[in-house]
């Protein structure tokens, strides 16, 4: 073990596979295991974690010493550090599912990542109609199509310096889509009456893939089980970017935007500054928070 802290190599964990941990650092690429006392701590390495580690560096093995301070933790897919996600959808095949995207969407906000919107498979539908949605929403929105290589570039610049989770249906096209902003056939893909075939027991675990020295991207295997564990009835308003704006505006400081007389949000709604399946969502969202309690 190095005598001092200035021995230790820092890195990010980009894999972390049966108690074995995969850092990535300028040094080089190191199988490490977690110090012992983490377990006493009851603190867990993630992916994403910026550690520090020990090792002779010849082994190709270390030891994560230390996890720095963390920005964010998401559960699902458990990941630290997360500063974008990317939430991507099908023009067709699957249909669009508005709601599911507008969950992601709080979540995103809530973990203080940024988000995009990816319109995928622009080639067999047009999709203007969702981009218009997420561009009035206030949303940056790229309509592609991983098929014809249309667009990727414009992704790919969005992601610099950023460590983004690419969520979604499953058939959306996530794996694709990075298929080709790796130019690599490294993501699995496939169609979604085989990917059911295969049963929900193919083992799938988050891995950061680099891109570039500050570049990363996750991919998910669809939305399955959001985590909403921090979203509640009280916060989901503000986790609207577009609605912030009229926060503090009803006439009832307790308003929940649903049918209260008053209500800027409602009022913005009729004025067509809301998206109606925005607004939407948002009804139905706190219906479900409202329920799980
Ligand atoms: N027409 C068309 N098909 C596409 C496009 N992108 C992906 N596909 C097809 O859509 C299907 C699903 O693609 P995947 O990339 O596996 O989808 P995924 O979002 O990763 O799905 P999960 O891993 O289950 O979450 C595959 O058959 C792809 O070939 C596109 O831009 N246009
Ligand atoms: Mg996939
Ligand atoms: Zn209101």
Redesign the pocket.
């Known amino acids: 073990m190095p005598e001092s802290k200035e021995d230790y190599i820092s890195g990010i964990i980009v894999k972390g596979i049966s108690g074995f941990w995969y850092v990535d650092s300028e040094k080089g690429y190191f199988e490490c295991r977690a110090r012992g006392s983490f377990r006493n701590d009851n603190i867990k390495p993630l992916v994403g974690d910026k550690v520090l580690i020990s090792t002779d560096i010849e082994s190709g093995k270390g030891t994560v010493e230390k996890i720095l301070p963390r920005k964010n933790v998401l559960l699902r897919p458990p990941v630290a550090n997360v500063t974008q996600m990317a939430v ?1 959808l ?1 023009a067709a ?1 699957p249909k669009p599912n508005l709601y599911l995207t507008d969950k992601v969407l709080a979540s995103a906000k809530l973990a203080d990542a940024n988000a995009l919107i990816c319109v ?5 539908e047009n999709a203007d109609e969702i981009c218009a949605i997420y561009k009035n929403a206030g949303y940056t929105v790229i309509s ?5 290589d ?1 667009n990727i570039d414009i992704l790919r610049e969005y992601l610099k310096k950023n460590v983004t989770v ?1 969520a ?12 080709r902003i790796t130019g690599l056939d490294q ?6 009456s085989k ?1 059911v075939e295969r049963g929900r027991h193919t083992t799938r675990h988050s891995e950061l893939v680099k891109i570039d020295e500050l570049t990363y991207i996750i ?6 089980n959001l985590d909403m564990s921090l979203l509640n009835p009280e916060n989901c308003a503000s986790l609207f970017i577009e609605f912030e704006q009229y926060m503090g505006k009803c006439r009832f400081l307790d308003c929940n935007h649903t049918v209260e007389p008053g209500c800027a949000v409602l009022k913005a709604l009729e004025n067509g500054e809301i998206e109606p399946s925005r607004h939407n969502s948002y009804l139905k969202l706190i219906e479900e928070l409202k329920n799980k309690r």
């Open positions: 991507v099908a095949n995928n498979k622009t080639d067999i592609m199509s991983a098929k014809n249309e690419f979604g249906n499953s058939g959306v096209g996530k794996s694709s889509i990075l298929n993501f699995e893909t496939g169609e979604v990917r991919d998910t295997p669809g939305f399955g």
